[in-house]
């Protein structure tokens, strides 16, 4: 069963640099049918695609974020890695980690995990 | 960017009710559309990809319809369980949006 578990500071200081780590096991990063995304929810809010990442290193962004993330694989540790510069409160977020599939929807989620920005 | 919109934004549901949500994208996207279901303080879980494709393990009272700009999800009897909220999101592009969520509570 594939399983993925995101890792980091649950605490970031405005207009540092927030970091975040995918790992997933029960299956190899490197497959060919999927891509590896990252996906936020504001406290209340809605969801918001932040980006994706294939093993090969293809990425694409979401326009909004994308002067401010990047996304990195690693396929000899079966993770892939999320950064967000200058961050400011807005934010704050729990962030997930997913298996994406433009044809199969994003059908294998980590349980997320909480960032606050805030000094 | 593609537009997600879904309607209602919330409803209220008996257990046995037959639930329709209705998700708009601003463009054409064919049937590259998926449906999640999403608990307080859990991931979401996917229900439907491709419109009308029901995802292994999810129940069939569930079930997706519609294709290029409207689609459906529909559970045919609600179940104490399904309280929960809805999204709807397109894969047509490489920037991937989600509808705003749907709320179903308990009447």
């Known amino acids: 069963q594939l399983q993925l578990q995101e890792s980091g500071p649950g605490l970031v200081k405005p207009s540092e640099t927030l970091s975040l780590t995918c790992t997933v096991s029960?299956?190899?990063?490197?497959?060919?049918?999927?891509?590896w995304g990252w996906i936020r929810q504001p406290p209340g809010k809605g969801l918001e695609w932040i980006g994706s990442i294939y093993y090969s290193g293809s990425t694409y962004y979401n326009p909004s974020l994308k002067s401010r993330v990047t996304i990195s694989v690693d396929t000899s540790k079966n993770q892939f890695s999320l950064k967000l510069s200058s961050v400011t409160a807005a934010d704050t977020a729990v962030y997930y980690c997913?298996?994406?599939?433009?044809?199969?929807?994003?059908?294998?989620w980590g349980q997320g995990t909480l960032v606050t920005v805030s000094s | 960017d593609i537009q997600m919109t879904q309607s209602p934004s919330s409803l209220s549901a008996s257990v046995g009710d037959r639930v329709t949500i209705t998700c708009r994208a601003s463009?054409?996207?064919?049937?590259?559309l998926n449906w999640y279901q999403q608990k307080p303080g859990k991931a979401p879980k996917l229900l439907i990809y491709?419109?009308?494709s029901l995802q292994s393990g999810v129940p069939s009272r569930f079930s997706g319809s519609g294709s290029g700009t409207d689609f459906t999800l529909t559970i045919s009897s609600l179940q104490p369980e399904d309280f929960a909220t809805y999204y709807c999101q397109q894969s047509y592009s490489t920037f991937p949006t989600f509808g705003p969520g749907t709320k179903v509570d308990i009447k």
């Open positions: 463009q054409s996207i064919s049937s590259y």
């Open positions: 491709a419109a009308s």
């Open positions: 029960g299956g190899s990063i490197s497959s060919s049918s999927y891509y």
């Open positions: 997913a298996r994406q599939a433009t044809d199969y929807g994003d059908d294998y």
